[in-house]
């Protein structure tokens, strides 16, 4: 045991001598520590104000001490004299430690520093702290050790704290946004007989009862589709999906996506919706500004948003039309691409991911993509090569996936039974309940997948998305591994 947790231990029995249970109870009378510092008000110096926190900073200077301590508003300075508490008091702050929670009752007045301070005249011990703060109060900066122990990192770094509560902030925007346009929220499972609604590698779990294979969801559209079905015109839901691919700095196998539908629209309601939407929520961060910074690079998130077709935007930064075979797979060959069972045209979309999608600064609308990609999209009606599909793309990471959805049910069936034969990434069987609910009449309808975790990190200048994931998956051990080349994952949108 080292010293510092041992002598926190005699500390303890100490506390526990003197008749204080170390670990606290209620303290249900403590005002945020930010009301206390707001209130503050010269002409009522002295009024009496109480307060809980951790104690981050002590400086003791003989029969006198200042603590720092801090609650998730803010932070606030407390002043005890030996001769203004009791001796039982006293004897209690002498066995304190920095990282101990405490509650204090006293008066606020202002040093001759200007700082607002707490004159204590009760002190009360709601939990002992056995383990010291990293770095005493510099904060913890061993970034692997930060995902790691992320209650150390919201403690001692007060932009991490900031963040997350932004993103909560963010996601209640995005509630109020729909609530307000009529959507209602719902939940769909999240353990499903058969994955659908995107391409990717499911997770795969037994249920023991039922003695069945269940796969954590890849994404909730066959579910939100249902409901269409069933006459729910506008719905939405914020939650977890789980995709078994790499992680990177824009992947995480765990990510938090909102999915929405819309009947009788399509999707140039879903671009307008999207781009209405983020320029809602910008200015929630960042002032009424639209102008942005996001890893050094200026990002001007002003309507309109500029809307570029697939092909063109193939053959700007890939110089080949995309219809080409033998040249894009010459060009997908040279960038030594995997062609291991890929058709033709996953292959050429990977040859865009490779070389249009890091040129996409945006924002930007990359709209009618190939439909042999899109199995679950409408198609144009004068060019049924092309679906009616866009991603929204923000500082080159895609943000949102969306489509003009397919409801004919004999042709999903036969676009859904040509990726189990040309064995697409998750696709295990064929959902004929869905084809069912189909064959019910579901209306035209747009639909639209954001990834919760890239826009965060977009709004709120975040590198990586482990620094917006409360809890980042992270291998046991040692750094996380990079994504895997080639295996780029849809990892936070809606599938194709």
């Known amino acids: 045991m080292d010293k510092q947790k041992s002598d926190r231990l005699i500390n303890l029995e100490a506390i526990k001598k003197l008749g204080w249970d170390p670990f606290g109870q209620r303290f249900a009378s403590a005002q945020p520590i930010k009301s206390v510092l707001t209130a503050y008000d010269p002409a009522q110096e002295g009024k009496p104000a109480t307060v809980a926190g951790r104690i981050m900073i002590i400086r003791q200077h003989g029969k006198t001490a200042f603590l720092d301590i801090k609650d998730w ?288 600064t945006g924002p930007i609308f990359v709209i009618d993509y190939p439909a042999a990609i899109c199995p679950l999209t409408k198609s144009k009606k004068d060019n049924p090569a092309v679906a009616e599909r866009f991603e929204l793309f923000i500082a080159q990471m895609e943000i949102a996936n969306a489509f003009t959805e397919l409801n004919d049910p004999v042709d999903q069936r036969r676009r859904l039974e040509q990726q189990l034969k040309n064995r697409a990434e998750g696709a295990v069987s064929l959902d004929e309940d869905f084809i069912t609910a189909l064959e019910h009449g579901m209306p035209p309808a747009g639909g639209l997948g954001i990834g919760i975790d890239r826009l965060v990190m977009i709004l709120t200048n975040s590198a990586s998305i482990r620094d917006v994931i409360l809890f980042p998956t992270l291998r046991e051990k040692s750094p996380v591994p990079p994504a895997p080349d080639g295996h780029r994952g849809s990892a936070e949108t809606k599938g194709g």
């Open 73 to 360: 508003t803010g932070k606030v300075q407390v002043y005890i004299k030996k001769d203004k508490i009791s001796e039982p008091l006293f004897q209690l702050y002498e066995q304190l430690d920095m990282g101990d929670i405490i509650g204090v009752t006293g008066g606020v007045f202002k040093t001759k520093t200007g700082e607002i301070t707490i004159f204590a005249e009760q002190i009360t011990i709601l939990s002992k702290a056995l383990q010291p703060l990293p770095e005493k109060w510099h904060g913890l900066k061993d970034v692997e050790l930060r995902y790691r122990k992320r209650y150390l990192d919201l403690l001692t770094n007060e932009p991490v704290m900031d963040t997350f509560l932004k993103r909560v902030q963010i996601i209640g925007g995005i509630r109020s946004f729909l609530n307000n346009r009529g959507f209602i929220e719902v939940e769909t499972p999240m353990m499903q007989p058969i994955p659908g609604g995107a391409t990717a590698r499911p997770f795969i779990t037994h249920h023991n009862a039922l003695d069945m294979d269940l796969y954590l969801r890849v994404a909730p559209e066959l579910y939100l589709k249902r409901l269409l079905v069933g006459g729910m015109e506008k719905v939405y839901e914020i939650n977890r999906n789980f995709r078994n691919e790499g992680i990177s700095t824009h992947h995480n196998p765990e990510f938090t996506m909102l999915e929405l539908y819309q009947a009788y629209g399509d999707y140039q309601v879903m671009m307008d919706l999207t781009e209405a939407l983020i320029t809602t929520l910008v200015p929630m961060q960042s002032g009424s500004d639209l102008k942005i910074k996001y890893n050094e690079v200026d990002l001007n998130l002003n309507s309109p948003w500029p809307r570029k077709t697939y092909q063109e935007l193939f053959r700007q930064y890939v110089g080949l039309d995309w219809s080409d075979q033998n040249a894009v797979s010459k060009k997908a060959e040279s960038l030594q691409l995997d062609f291991k069972n890929k058709p033709y045209e996953t292959l050429a979309n990977d040859v865009f991911e490779k070389l249009v999608e890091p040129n996409l």
